[in-house]
């Protein structure tokens, strides 16, 4: 049987610089592969379709190049199959937090050269409602804020652009009341921002969380009951020393499973790796080692 491939291209990726990589990554991956599928994505979950697709037909690897939102797309598309194809990923977004927690390179040359000399890790997903996720969900102002952030100020800003909208957001007083169920117990009370993570990364931050251990099957639960730009300034050295959690505004938990409520009538977006997700109420369980991914960081 032939080793096939699939490579899901975002064109509007890299400063719509994506599409330039197609003949270096089939040289790179057409000396192991001999069937080479390429897909380009025009549109919302075009890339959820394609990965399935690869999935469905038996593929070995489906490769994504593009940013924080391709591979989640991506991620959707394999992550509910037994035994899905391996995922590359050639990291060309704004942030990359998936990318940047693998120790995948932001080079898009140096990402394509480990899609065959990389390590194969398994990875755990998380499921909110009907969708996977393997960096963080969030609910909040913030999230609220960054998906009003256009195509065009995030190639032109790059992060900045995220940091704008949210100080915008900030300004703004807009808590809400929550309660929260979890392995050992639950917690009720006002919020501005919720975080539910696998990684120890968050926004483009490395080991935010350093007691995070990549594929322990946990959900990273950060709190923040107030977040207005002075409190934002007060725990930005929180976040850059890696012990947020210690914060006295912020409520620390772990657990495999969290379902979160909010009372009737009140409408919340969630965010979920940097796209438009669910509303609430969720319901959220973590799937361990769901995924095999071409990473630069060896099995523990």
Do not use: C
Request: without cysteine; charged residues 30%; aromatic residues 6%.
């Amino acid at each position: 049987m032939k080793k096939s491939a699939m490579i899901i291209i975002n064109p509007s990726s890299g400063k719509e610089r994506a599409a330039e990589f197609e003949d270096r990554i089939r040289k790179v991956i057409g000396e192991d592969y001999e069937y080479l599928e390429v897909r380009y994505t025009k549109g919302k979950r075009d890339a959820t379709r394609y990965a399935k697709e690869a999935g469905d037909k038996g593929f070995q690897i489906v490769v994504a190049l593009g940013g924080d939102g391709t591979v989640n797309e991506t991620v959707n598309g394999l992550a509910g199959f037994d035994d899905p194809p391996v995922l590359g990923i050639v990291p060309m977004g704004t942030v990359n937090d998936l990318a940047r927690a693998l120790q995948i390179p932001q080079d898009p040359e140096d990402a394509i050269d480990l899609l065959k000399d990389g390590y194969i890790r398994r990875i755990d997903v998380a499921k909110a409602n009907d969708r996977y996720y393997t960096n963080t969900l969030a609910i909040g102002k913030i999230p609220s804020a960054i998906h009003n952030v256009d195509s065009d100020e995030k190639s032109k800003l790059g992060p900045l652009a995220y940091f704008i909208a949210s100080a915008r957001e900030l300004a703004k007083d807009a808590s809400f009341g929550v309660s929260l169920s979890m392995d050992n117990g639950s917690w009720e009370g006002d919020i501005e921002v919720l975080a539910a993570g696998l990684l120890d990364t968050i926004g483009g931050f490395r080991e935010v969380l350093p007691r995070v251990h990549m594929g322990d099957g946990m959900l990273n639960i950060l709190v923040f009951r107030k977040l207005d730009i002075l409190e934002a300034i007060k725990i930005s050295p929180s976040v850059l020393m890696g012990n947020l959690e210690e914060n006295d505004n912020v409520d620390y938990f772990r657990s495999r499973r969290l379902q979160i409520s909010v009372s009737e009538g009140t409408s919340i977006e969630s965010d979920v790796d940097g796209e438009k997700g669910p509303d609430l109420p969720l319901d959220i369980e973590v799937l361990p080692g769901r995924l095999r991914v071409i990473t630069g960081l060896m099995e523990d």
